[in-house]
């Protein structure tokens, strides 16, 4: 006896829509009128009992617990019920369906993409920038008919409108009507004799166009933008496509961004450092006043709260980080090296060594050898 699940090539838990499709890969192959030979004949007819046993869960079922297929239509061929669906499967899989009506002229347009750069400063508050580029439009002269002005599509002679034309054609199941595309029209089922001249018949041209984008605070580098609708117009008055602004941002020569915090490094000199001092900073909101503190080493960072970049979802904004950098003088006149180093007497600090503190490991382990 045949094994079903070896005629289709599939495993024994192959779901309905597998073994549809190792059903129809199979039978294209087998089919008569693709080869002719005489096995290929019977096995497309062991293909078809396979196929109207396992599509069907009550018939598989039967076949899985008793090896009796129970129910298979005379022949060999598949029945008019259960899962084959009769020979409307067998058009369906050959000759691609019934007619389906004419094609339509009208397409949907392509997305389009462009990328736009703003400043820092976009980024934090929003704007709107105008941008220009060329994209398809809708055909100002015949508005996506395609057609010349006084003129409209005739109705295919081939076809009669219908986009397909049919043909007799000899199988083994006797005379079967094969459904194909209208080569005169291509599918449409009319054909445009005066084509409008401006478009060439497309219904759309290509065109500079200009438009504002509103760009929102918070939007960051390799965001998108999506604008429905803005991208390029379809073909024969179709519906246009979506545009996308990708947005990259410039560097900004003091202030880097983290996330929705901008930072920047401020260089301050020992003695302010040492003494305290007050640093203005120029941010995107103006001038703001820094306090640094007496005392203050390097490397501390003072926050400036709701200075940053505006939050992209949501209200409020992030926080300017400001990163002290105390900056040790390189050269010295001989006055400023003197009150230095009374600044280093008076203050018991040692010039030319480390304190204790700060010696490294080498000097201690010294230390230590030296006193056993």
């Known amino acids: 006896m045949t094994d079903y699940y070896e005629a289709l090539g599939v495993s024994r838990d192959a779901s309905t829509e597998e073994i549809k499709k190792a059903y129809r ?24 009992r396979a196929y109207e046993v396992l599509s069907d869960p009550e018939k598989r079922r039967n076949y899985d617990t008793t090896g009796d297929e129970n129910g298979r239509a005379a022949g060999g061929f598949p029945g008019g019920g259960g899962g084959f669906g009769g020979f409307s499967d067998i058009f369906e899989t050959f000759f691609g369906g019934g007619a389906s009506g004419p094609a339509s002229r009208t397409r949907r347009g392509q997305d389009s993409l462009l990328r736009v750069k703003i400043d820092l400063e976009d980024a934090v508050f929003g704007t709107t920038k105008e941008i220009e580029f060329e994209t398809a439009v809708t055909c100002g002269v015949c508005e996506g008919s395609c057609t010349r002005e006084g003129s409209t599509p005739i109705t295919c002679p081939d076809c009669q409108g219908q986009g397909q034309v049919q043909r007799p054609m000899r199988s083994i199941l006797g005379t079967v009507i094969q459904t194909e595309t209208c080569a005169r029209c291509t599918g449409f089922g009319n054909i445009i004799e005066d084509p409008c001249q401006e478009c060439d018949g497309q219904g759309r041209v290509r065109e500079r166009r200009s438009l504002k984008v509103k760009i929102p605070a918070g939007v960051d580098k390799g965001n998108r933008i999506h604008l429905g609708g803005e991208g390029e117009a379809g073909m024969a008055g179709g519906p246009s496509g979506d545009l996308f602004i990708e947005v990259d941002i410039r560097p900004h020569e003091v202030f880097t961004r983290r996330g929705n915090d ?6 301050i000199p020992m003695t302010a450092a040492a003494l305290g001092t007050t640093v203005t900073l120029e941010t995107f909101d103006g001038p703001e006043e820094l306090e640094v503190k007496p005392g203050t080493q390097s490397g501390e960072v003072l926050t400036l709260r709701d200075r940053g970049i505006g939050h992209l979802r949501g209200s409020g904004r992030g926080a ?3 990163h002290l950098k105390v900056e040790t003088p390189s050269k010295l006149s001989d006055r400023q090296k003197e009150l230095l180093r009374e600044f280093a007497e008076e203050r018991g600090e040692e010039l030319g060594e480390s304190t204790t503190e700060h010696r490294g490991v080498f000097a201690k382990l010294r230390d230590r050898w030296d006193a056993l």
């Open 25 to 48: 890969k199979k039978a294209r192959k087998l089919h008569p009128d693709v080869n002719p030979s005489d096995d290929a004949a019977e096995q497309f007819k062991t293909l078809g």
């Open 262 to 267: 901008l930072h920047a490094t401020v260089s």
């Open 320 to 322: 300017i980080k400001v």
